[in-house]
């Protein structure tokens, strides 16, 4: 029986999901809907879901939206490809991805421009690796694991350097980079690593807490990165873990000689979700919820550029 569940922190929405969803939920009181969002502007069905109700529609390419109208770029990044589309459909265009993708993006070009061939260390086809490498689609070169570095067939002299996915598993990602500069001694690494603060803050919050715990339950989307990466971190330590969308997917059998429960969610996900966790667990008599420990992130980035001088000029024009 569950006697106790403790609560993972820092969990749930990051600096730069803060921004895309904020950037989207502004949008539609400057314009009105429809606000278009060209995939899911932040991997989280709830989040979808709701903006959806506000008037937002999301699309799969910009090119399903109409000429002329405001298009929101999602957080994991995109193509310079789809900026030159939306422009030649003369879309007013509003570009959420996260500042440290574009960090990213902006690695890529710079080793690209210096003749490097770069190892991009991510997961094929998500859209975050699909935007990174449009940036240099003749220079880069996509490793998903550790058996890929060992197989990767470039010459020895090769001008190398390498650049990750934000929302990878740390040691996963650091087991990669051990083979590759063991392969590659002279690769280029980053100034600073490219796995983000939020991404390492969580998967070092489930860790710290599964020496106390039975049962981990992250609270994510099955297309989030960051979610599935607290699972496997749980499980690669030998600690039962599920990822949920929400309460309505606790399956009581888990709980089975479960006494400690940890919860944590994905930086997609809001904190709403986790409350209504914590009442699930409240409604079947556990009445220990408790902080594992109390870590505060105070990043905060400034909503895009483009927002912002549109709310200036209508707050002008008023």
Known sequence: MVERVLLASPR????????AVETVERALDLHGPPVYVRKQIVHNAHVVRELEGRGAVFVESEENVPHGATLVLSAHGVA??????????GLATIDATCPLVTKVHVEARRYAQEGYTIVLIGHAGHEEVVGTTGEAPDAIVLVQTVDDAEQLDLPADTKLAYITQTTLSVDETNGIIAVLRRRFPHIHAPKKEDICYATSNRQWAVKEML????????????NSSNSNRLVEAARGAGV????IDDESEIEETWLEEVRTVGVTSGASA?????????????????LRIEPFRSVQEDIVFKLPLELRRRQRLSVENR
């Open 12 to 19: 749930g929405y990051c600096a730069g999901v803060e921004r």
């Open 211 to 222: 020496g106390e715990i039975d049962l981990l339950l992250v609270i994510g989307s099955r």
């Open 270 to 286: 809001p904190e709403k979700l986790v409350t209504r966790v914590c009442d699930w667990f409240t409604s079947r008599g556990v």
């Open 240 to 243: 039962a873990a599920y990822l």
């Open 80 to 89: 310079p490809t789809v900026h030159e589309n939306a422009a030649g459909r």
